[in-house]
C-alpha cells in the first residue's frame, strides 16, 4: 500500500479539564475519499483543525504528506499550508468580496502570481467547479446555497492542492444538488489526484463516494475502513447510525453494486 499522505498517532486533545480525544489515530491514503463521521461535538471539527494546524492537540503526532507537524518551524508550516485547500461549513466566503476576488484570495496572499495570471486561474477553477463565468462578479449573496458552495470549492483549488478538506459539503444543499456535488468531489478528485477528508453526515456520501472512513466516538476513532469493514463493527453507535431497516433497504444495492464493481466509489451514482 502507499505511504499514508495523513498519519495521527495517539492524540490527546483537551480544553481545560475536558478531554475531546483520549488516544485518537487515524490513516489516510493518497486518492482516497475519506469520511470523518461521529455524534456532534464528537471532535470531528477539532480533529481536521489539528491537521490543518489551526489547532494542536495536547499530545501525539500528526504526520501530513510525509512532515511531522510539531518539528516544524514558521517557513515550513507556511509552506505545508499551502498544499491543501480547505471548504468550511456554510461556505465562508468574504460577503464584501466578489466570487473572483474571494477566488483569488489565496493566490494574493501565497503568491506573487501577477493579476492577469490570477484572473485566468480564477476562470479556470470557476469552470471546474461548474460555474459560469458570469458567477465571477456577483457577491456572495447574490448566490444560491449550491453556488456559494462551489464558489468556496473554487477557493479551496486555488493554490492546486494535494489535499482538500471538506466540512459537511453537502448539508444544506438539497438531494439534487447533494448528489451533483458529491459528484464533482469524485470528479475533481479523479481528474486532479487529490486527497480529499470530508466530515460528513450524509448517509449518500457515505454510500456513494467515501472510500474510508474513520468513526469517532467514546473520544477515540472506534471504526476505520471501508463501509463494509466500519459496518462490521458492533460499537453501539455505528450500530444506531448504520444498522436501521431503512438504511438497509435504501442502501444494500448500492453497496452490493460497489463490491461487485469491485473498485473505487465513482462506480456508483
Ligand atoms: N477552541 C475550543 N476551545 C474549547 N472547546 C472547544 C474548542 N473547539 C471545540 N471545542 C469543544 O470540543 C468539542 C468538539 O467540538 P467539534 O466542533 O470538533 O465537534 P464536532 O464533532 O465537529 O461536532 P458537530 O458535528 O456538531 O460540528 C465540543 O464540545 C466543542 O465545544
Known sequence: MAEPIIEMRNIVTRFGDTVIHDGVN???????????????????????????????????????????LSHLNYVERHQLRR???????????????TVAENIALPLKEYTSIPKDLREKIVREKLEMVGLHSRAAALYPSELSGGMIK???????????????????????????????FDRLIVDLRDALDITVVMITHDLDSIFTIVDRMAVLADK?????????????TDHPFVQRF???EYISKRFMGKIDAKDSAGSGASDVQ
Open 26 to 68: 487515524l490513516t489516510v491514503y493518497p486518492g482516497e475519499i475519506y469520511g470523518i463521521l461521529g455524534e456532534s461535538g464528537a471532535g470531528k471539527s477539532v480533529l481536521v483543525k489539528e491537521i490543518i494546524m489551526l489547532l494542536r492537540p495536547t499530545s501525539g503526532t500528526i504526520k501530513v504528506l510525509g512532515k511531522e
Open 83 to 97: 498544499s491543501w485547500g480547505v471548504l468550511f461549513q456554510f461556505g465562508a466566503l468574504f460577503t464584501s468580496l
Open 150 to 180: 462551489r464558489a468556496a470549492l473554487a477557493r479551496a483549488l486555488a493554490m492546486d492542492p494535494k489535499l482538500l478538506f471538506l466540512d459537511e459539503p453537502t448539508s444544506g444543499l438539497d438531494p439534487i444538488g447533494a448528489r451533483a
Open 220 to 232: 477515540h476513532v472506534v471504526a476505520e475502513g471501508t463501509l463494509q469493514e466500519v459496518m462490521a
Open 242 to 244: 448504520f444498522k436501521n
